[in-house]
């Protein structure tokens, strides 16, 4: 009996283990613990390690009241949307988005309005047509750099004008960037934040993608006063924080750990997603892509009729696990998948995509 090809995935937004600087993190704890092992071991308060948020604080210019660390940017996300949406407010949402975040905007009935995503960010004139035809929005959810799923980046251009519209048309510009220490070419482009100046925009961001996924700690950085209701939310959530992971952190951000393992992650990250396209173009002429300028993920489109998530299902017959592009999409289209480069090593890419070809061919 043949023996079943070794798994190879596609599908997990997370570095692999090789590019994390597993030595970093171990010195890191041992400072945590012998320098403050009161504030590591007991119980914190709900804005989260006050070391940890006095760094991120003075990392994007703002006072310490603006900031709030939580257990990670998914629990960032549940807390803002608890505190800003209301059941049947209108949220704009890209298409293609996050498929973890359309799904907790549903599950608070959310009414979704998805623009359409060109590779340089969100569609903002048709956004900006239907704010001037009387459209009322609470909030605007944006992943502006190496978008999870398509990979793109939001221009300067395009922030600036977001941020107008959100001035004029008295709404929240939810900027979710936690890609955006993971550039490895193009030009970087002043976040929302920095362009923010009558609080329009709510910032959140993670350790989880330049420190190591099992890390755990996210943040928000928004109006001082949004930032206390969401604390008052997550004292009753959790009381506070894994105190011992920010702790960590907060030592490895200020021990010189934090810029070096980013260097590394990035270099892997280029050579990964060079490999990924290069294996396309070679294997799949038929599939559709722009090339990554950072972040873990390739947005692959087919032609019309190519059933992605029949390509799923026989992807996975050969040892291939990928992510359907209808799980980002809130209508029917089919014709698209992602690919997530990050935790695959070269060698696996190359099998991988030869794989993925040979399920291409057999729908």
């Known amino acids: 009996m043949a023996e079943e090809p070794a798994p190879i995935s596609f599908a997990r937004g997370a570095p692999s283990l090789d590019i994390i600087d597993v030595e970093g993190l171990k010195a890191a704890a041992d ?14 308060t709900s804005v989260g390690y006050k070391p940890l948020r006095a760094w991120i604080a003075e990392r994007h210019g703002v006072a310490e009241d603006q900031v709030l660390v939580t257990n990670g940017s998914m629990q960032a996300d ?24 359309l799904g907790s905007l549903k599950g608070r009935n959310a009414d979704l309005q998805a623009f359409e995503l060109a590779e340089d960010g969100v569609d903002v004139q048709s956004l900006a047509e239907q704010l001037a035809a009387g459209t009322k929005i609470s909030l605007a959810h944006l992943i502006p750099n190496f978008q999870n799923p398509a990979g793109y980046s939001l221009s300067g251009e395009k922030r600036r004008a977001l941020v107008a519209l959100a001035r004029e048309y008295d709404f929240t510009i939810f900027e979710d960037d936690p890609y955006v220490e993971l550039r490895f070419s193009g030009e970087r482009q002043p976040t929302m934040l920095e362009l923010s100046t009558e609080g329009e925009v709510v910032y959140a961001s993670s350790f989880s993608k330049t420190v190591c996924p099992g890390i755990r700690v996210g943040y928000l950085v928004g109006p001082a006063e949004i930032i206390a209701k969401i604390a008052k939310l997550a004292t009753g959530t959790y009381i506070s924080p894994n105190m011992v992971a920010q702790s960590i952190v907060n030592e490895f951000v200020r021990g010189g750990s934090f810029d070096a393992s980013i260097a590394t992650v990035k270099t892997a990250l280029e050579e990964r997603s060079q490999r990924l396209c290069a294996a396309l173009r070679e294997h799949i002429p038929d599939a559709q892509f722009v090339a990554p300028e950072g972040g873990y993920f390739l947005w692959v489109t087919f032609p019309e009729g ?19 592009g209808s799980d980002f999409l809130l209508d029917d289209a089919k014709n698209a998948i992602r690919l997530a480069y990050s935790g695959v090593t070269v060698d696996q890419i190359d099998e991988g995509v030869r794989r993925l070809a040979e399920a291409y061919r057999s729908l």
């Open 78 to 101: 549940a807390f803002l949307f608890d505190t800003l949406v209301q059941s049947g407010d209108t949220v704009v949402v890209e298409r293609p988005s996050y498929d973890r975040t």
């Open 306 to 324: 190519v059933d992605g998530d029949a390509l799923f299902a026989a992807a996975a017959e050969r040892g291939v696990q990928i992510v359907k």
């Open 31 to 44: 400072r945590a613990f012998t320098n403050d092992p009161a504030g590591s071991f007991a119980y914190g």
